[in-house]
C-alpha cells in the first residue's frame, strides 16, 4: 500500500516536496517512481530511483529541478520539487515496481500540486 502526501498549491520559482509511504510487503520492491496526470493528458513518467542502488531517471523536462529520493529504513521515497512551473500541474501519484514485474504495480491515491505563475 503506498499513501502519498505534501501537494498543494505553490507559485512559481518555490519549492514543494512530495514523499510517498509503503507499507505492508515493501521487500520485494525494485524500484519506486512519480508519475503525473494533468487534465486531459495522458498519465506520464516523472521520475524513478532504483531501491537497492538508488539510481535514478527523470523526465528530461524535470532534470536538474526534481529530485528523487528514497529512505530504505523508513520505506519513503520523496520528490522534492525546485523551480516548479505552471506546466507541471498536475495530479501527482507514487508507484512501486515489485522484484520480477514488468511494470508498477502498486499505486498510491494521488496528490494535487497546482503552480501558478
Known amino acids: 500500500q503506498l499513501q502519498a502526501s505534501g501537494g498543494g498549491s505553490v507559485q512559481a520559482g518555490d519549492s514543494l516536496r512530495l514523499s510517498c509511504a509503503a507499507s505492508?510487503?515493501?521487500?520485494?520492491?525494485?524500484?519506486m517512481g512519480w508519475f503525473r496526470q494533468a487534465p486531459g493528458k495522458e498519465r506520464e513518467f516523472v521520475a524513478s530511483?532504483?531501491?537497492?542502488?538508488?539510481?535514478?531517471y527523470y523526465r528530461d523536462s524535470v532534470k536538474g529541478r526534481f529530485t528523487i529520493s528514497r529512505d530504505k529504513l523508513k520505506n519513503t521515497v520523496a520528490l522534492q520539487m525546485n523551480s516548479p512551473k505552471p506546466e507541471d500541474t498536475a495530479v501527482y501519484y507514487c508507484?512501486?515496481?515489485?522484484?520480477?514485474?514488468?511494470?508498477?504495480?502498486?499505486w498510491g491515491q494521488g496528490t494535487q500540486v497546482t503552480v501558478s505563475s
Open positions: 508507484a512501486s515496481r515489485s522484484i520480477g514485474r514488468p511494470s508498477y504495480d502498486y
Open positions: 505492508g510487503r515493501t521487500s520485494g520492491i525494485a524500484n
Open positions: 530511483i532504483m531501491w537497492t542502488s538508488g539510481t535514478t
